[in-house]
T-cell receptor
Framework: KAGVTQTPRYLIKTRGQQVTLSCSPI?????VSWYQQTPGQGLQFLFE???????NKGNFPGRFSGRQFSNSRSEMNVSTLELGDSALYLC?????????????FGPGTRLTVL | AQSVTQLGSHVSVSEGALVLLRCNYS??????LFWYVQYPNQGLQLLLK??????LVKGINGFEAEFKKSETSFHLTKPSAHMSDAAEYFC???????????????FGKGTHLIIQP
């Protein structure tokens, strides 16, 4: 069974631009969560999607948004990029996002904002 | 609110020695606790999880962790370290009680495990 895939793996943008990251969950998984990982703040929960609906959201500004498609693939978008948005963005999928569902993480997209 | 504290951003042990990575949590409800490992340029891999079924949890690669409610701890151990254990380790807590949906994992800052030959 293929794992969680994220594209692109690396991305370089400049301040003020916007970016879209993609995540394809494991086949059959309907819940997709996004995390931001930085050296200073560590791993922080961005949001979670289930059945094309955002079900939970972390404490991030509105510049961070996402969506999920009917095939459970998810995208996250960051608008008006800031230097502090440079991070590794991890996507995780699980069957239904219930408490005991194991989350499987993708390799991440490393975003660098210049 | 919930939080996780991992004591020691870096831990160095000799190959063959005991590995002990410390994790303390704070949660207003009975927690679910997790340990993940991250190798360079890779995502997170689940090592083990506590779900209240047993206080001593055995995971992959010879790791285990013991849940101690009185100490609010969930320390990760391995009897004998291997060079391949060198990685970043994250403790995480989840306390989803919404009846559905992942509230997200709350992670500690991570501990970088160094194995000395």
């Amino acid at each position: 069974k293929a794992g969680v895939t994220q594209t692109p793996r690396y991305l370089i943008k400049t301040r003020g631009q916007q970016v879209t990251l993609s995540c394809s969950p494991i086949s059959g998984h309907r819940s997709v969560s996004w995390y931001q990982q930085t050296p200073g703040q560590g791993l922080q929960f961005l949001f979670e999607y289930f059945s094309e609906t955002q079900r939970n959201k972390g404490n991030f500004p509105g510049r961070f948004s996402g969506r999920q498609f009917s095939n459970s693939r998810s995208e996250m978008n960051v608008s008006t990029l800031e230097l502090g948005d440079s991070a590794l963005y991890l996507c995780a999928s699980s069957l239904e996002g219930r408490d005991l569902d194991e989350q499987f993480f993708g390799p991440g997209t490393r975003l660098t904002v210049l | 609110a919930q939080s996780v504290t991992q004591l020691g951003s870096h831990v160095s042990v000799s190959e063959g020695a005991l590995v002990l990575l410390r994790c303390n949590y704070s949660s207003s409800v009975p927690p679910y606790l997790f340990w993940y490992v991250q190798y360079p340029n890779q995502g997170l891999q689940l090592l083990l999880k506590y779900t209240s079924a047993a206080t001593l949890v055995k995971g992959i690669n010879g790791f285990e962790a013991e849940f101690k409610k009185s100490e609010t701890s969930f320390h990760l151990t391995k009897p004998s370290a291997h060079m391949s254990d060198a990685a970043e380790y994250f403790c995480a807590v989840s306390a989803s009680f919404s009846g559905g949906g992942a509230d997200g994992l709350t992670f500690g800052k991570g501990t970088h495990l160094i194995i000395q030959p």
